[in-house]
């Protein structure tokens, strides 16, 4: 994809662009590094003071794609090497722009020269706000600027789901009932040069969650997008032996917790007259399977209050939707796959696409329900189950 013109020039008149391709697990990015870039016949160059050594150099050219910020913006790029005469080119468009800088003579030496990169953006889906954006895989959004909010964010889905709003260039609440550990993915997120708030917030407590929606306001200044997703499971028992005390537990965690949070969300998102909202419901809200009963029961809910929220606000800028994950790799998967073995290996064999699904998986479809690619999906369950409900 081209760079816009107008963004090329704010990027080299700026002078403050910073890279940061992605690091080995090719989903997180490395710790931006500063750059002087040149623009020359409408594409952005760099190149790397300390020649090939440069660890960001080195990164680039393995992972070939990465972010950068500059003037003010944030973009998905790829990278690729530079080479032969067009160096000739780049040499001029150094000169003339840094011909005052004592680096000029580096600049142009050997060492830098043999490590120029052509920087060029990737094409990337933008987000309910006109900002958005997220990198897991091949696909990238842009939330840039956009406020996100992600319950249960402190393991599995809802941690990989905050991060990926974080890369996408969201400032990102991540709260969870484990404080502790909420504090520190956000102290992690921190130091990769993202913003990030830890709130810890029981979901079952509707007060804390009223709490927890008005610090995120406090703190960045509005609400765009939200993904509901704290949950717990519930052991396997037939109907006839159930608990009461369980049935409680569970709703009030995975059905009272969804309602809690749409309703102080949408409060806030209603004012704005704009926002997305994707709640965790299951494969468990789709069907049903024995001995699930009070957790399918619970994901059933979800979806009633998806879609009447949705019907509520479709002719505003508020879209609400639900994910239904399958069987996800998480600590939650692992945690029953230890407890109910069989159970957990049956079902595992009635997965057509015979693998897990991976937590960035989830990620990928909730950034997309939140983005403006999805403009028009409205009160909608997406499965995201390897194909388990479709057979
Ligand atoms: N893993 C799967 O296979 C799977 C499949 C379908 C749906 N789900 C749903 O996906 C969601 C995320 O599950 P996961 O697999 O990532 O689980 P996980 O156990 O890895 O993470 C769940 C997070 O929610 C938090 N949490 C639990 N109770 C809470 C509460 N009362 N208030 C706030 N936070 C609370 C936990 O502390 C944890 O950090 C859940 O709603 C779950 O029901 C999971």
Redesign the pocket.
């Known amino acids: 994809m081209p760079w816009p013109q107008d963004e090329l020039r704010r990027i080299t008149e700026q002078d403050d662009l910073h890279v940061a391709p992605f690091r080995e697990d090719g989903a997180t990015y490395g710790t931006p590094t500063w750059i002087w870039c040149v623009a020359v016949e409408g594409e952005l160059y760099v190149r790397a003071y300390n020649g090939r050594e440069s660890r960001w150099y080195q990164a680039a050219m393995q992972q070939k794609a990465g972010r950068i910020t500059a003037a003010g913006l944030t973009r998905e790029v790829t990278f690729e090497p530079v080479e032969g005469q067009l160096n000739e080119l780049i040499d001029d468009a150094y000169r003339e722009k840094y011909r005052d800088s004592r680096y000029l003579i580096p600049m142009l030496g050997a060492r830098a020269r043999t490590a120029t990169v052509k920087i060029t953006p990737r094409r990337t889906h933008t987000g309910s706000d006109g900002g958005p954006g997220m990198a897991q895989g091949s696909v990238s959004y842009d939330f840039t600027g956009a406020v996100a909010l992600v319950?249960?964010?402190?393991?599995?889905?809802?941690?990989a789901t905050a991060r990926a709003f974080a890369q996408a260039g969201a400032c990102v609440t991540l709260?969870?009932?484990?404080g502790d550990?909420?504090r520190k993915a956000a102290a992690q997120l921190k130091e990769e040069g993202h913003q990030a708030l830890a709130i810890a917030?029981?979901?079952?407590d509707e007060l804390a969650v009223r709490d927890m929606v008005t610090e995120t306001v406090a703190a960045f200044g509005r609400l765009d997008v939200a993904f509901n997703?704290?949950?717990?499971?519930s052991p396997a028992t037939d109907t006839a032996d159930s608990q009461s005390s369980e049935y409680d537990r569970v709703t009030?965690?995975?059905l009272r917790?969804v309602w809690a949070c749409m309703k102080h969300e949408l409060a806030q998102m209603r004012a704005q007259d704009r926002g997305a909202i994707v709640n965790?419901?299951?494969?468990?809200g789709l069907v049903g399977v024995p001995g699930r009963g009070v957790?399918h029961a619970a994901?059933h809910g979800v979806l009633g209050f998806t879609k009447s929220a949705a019907l509520e606000y479709a002719a505003t800028g508020v879209r609400i939707n639900a994910v239904?994950?399958?069987?996800?790799?998480?600590?939650?998967?692992a945690?029953?796959k230890a407890t109910e073995t069989e159970a957990m290996d049956t079902l595992m064999q009635e997965v057509p696409a015979r693998r897990?699904?991976s937590?960035a998986e989830?990620a990928n479809a909730v950034l997309w329900l939140c983005s403006s690619g999805s403009s028009y999906v409205i009160g909608h369950a997406l499965a995201v189950d390897g194909g388990y409900t479709v057979r």
């Open positions: 319950t249960g964010a402190a393991s599995g889905m809802g941690l709260a969870d009932v484990d550990t909420a917030c029981d979901v079952a997703n704290a949950g717990v499971q009030s965690i995975n917790g965790c419901s299951s494969l468990g957790y994901k239904c994950p399958g069987i996800i790799d998480t600590p939650m998967a945690g029953m897990l699904g937590s989830i």
